[in-house]
């Protein structure tokens, strides 16, 4: 156990968090989508310490954060849809998983031992300061312990995260408030998961329409367990009234509901709304959350896929191959 520290986003929590980076510490950093759990993507031993503060399994590999397209194009083989996306959406909450570079020096740790990597450049100013600050690609997974429910404010991150990590960069709340869109480019482009960033529009950039992961294949990029994003509670979906002995977590305002994700029915506000919404409703003691069905567009996708991961039953193992 080490003592977490909470750190400003200003200049000077920024060069001490980058220098706790190099030493191959953990900081929690707020990205516009979720809090991460940042260390140096080339060093084995900081990587390793990010699998083992999260009890993520190793086969489920993580995202390489980077400053800048030009920092990306170190780490992968690039392609034109590569190209044509990464100019359209980054800096954004979208990830890109390409063909590896060969010698690039990342942690094979990383990849989990993959011949490709998953690529992101953040928007958020703090995430591009430490970024720019520390001189390296980070690896970070969401600041939380595996498969629980994943942080967008720095209060979620000291819950499940205190005392295993070296800081927390404090930096409210994230805007997005789901996980970035995984868009699969070693062959044709394939939505690997759907997220912040909503598939028509990539679609509409590549002129194409998206092919979608299909749950139980091989895991090949970050968030494709079947059970992610948890809640200690159960969770029973498409629920229009709750049941004796569960809270409703209500959308566009559902009666009897406990919270409510979008009073008005906004996917955006509902969005940011989600994590913290079922971290709230978790806290408070709640066993069953019922959740009222939200619409299947745009972010719509993205918040489903998460609830359905969250209401799946709990799984540590690989999905066969």
């Not at 595996?146 to 205190?162: C, F, K, N, Y």
């Not at 049941?243 to 955006?268: N, Q, R």
């Not at 745009?298 to 918040?303: F, T």
Request: net charge neutral.
């Amino acid at each position: 156990m080490m003592k977490t520290r909470t750190l400003a986003t200003d200049a000077a929590g920024i060069a001490e968090a980058a220098a706790l980076i190099a030493d191959g510490q953990m900081v929690a950093v707020p990205t516009e989508t979720v809090y991460g759990l940042a260390g140096d993507a080339r060093d084995g031993t900081a990587v390793a310490r990010i699998f083992e503060a999260k009890g993520r399994p190793s086969f489920n590999p993580l995202i390489v954060h980077v400053p800048d397209l030009e920092t990306a194009r170190r780490y992968a083989v690039w392609s034109d849809a590569a190209e044509t996306v990464a100019r359209a959406f980054w800096p954004g909450p979208l990830t890109l998983v390409l063909p590896l570079r060969a010698g690039c020096g990342l942690s094979p740790l990383v990849t989990a031992g993959q011949d490709s990597v998953a690529l992101r450049v953040p928007a958020h100013a703090a995430a591009q300061a430490l970024l720019r600050a520390s001189g390296a690609p980070l690896a970070a997974p969401s600041a939380n312990p595996s498969g629980r429910i994943s942080p967008t404010r720095p209060e979620h991150v000291r819950a499940g995260l205190d005392g295993r990590i070296a800081a927390i960069l404090d930096g409210g709340a994230c805007g997005v408030g789901v996980e970035s869109t995984i868009l699969g480019l070693t062959d044709t482009p394939i939505l690997l998961r759907p997220g912040g960033l909503p598939a028509e529009i990539i679609e509409e950039a590549l002129g194409a329409p998206l092919p979608g992961y299909q749950p139980g294949s091989a895991i090949t990029a970050p968030g494709q367990l079947a059970s992610h994003y948890a809640p200690k509670a159960t969770m029973r979906l498409g629920a229009e009234a709750p049941k004796p002995g569960e809270v409703l977590l209500g959308f566009g305002g559902t009666p009897g509901a406990a919270l409510d994700l979008s009073l008005s029915g906004d996917l955006l506000e509902a969005a940011a709304n989600l994590f913290d919404h079922l971290h709230r409703l978790d806290t408070g003691g709640a066993t069953v959350i019922a959740v009222a069905p939200v619409p299947e567009t745009g972010l719509g996708r993205a918040i489903n896929d998460r609830l359905r991961r969250a209401a799946a039953p709990r799984q540590s193992v690989p999905p066969k191959t």
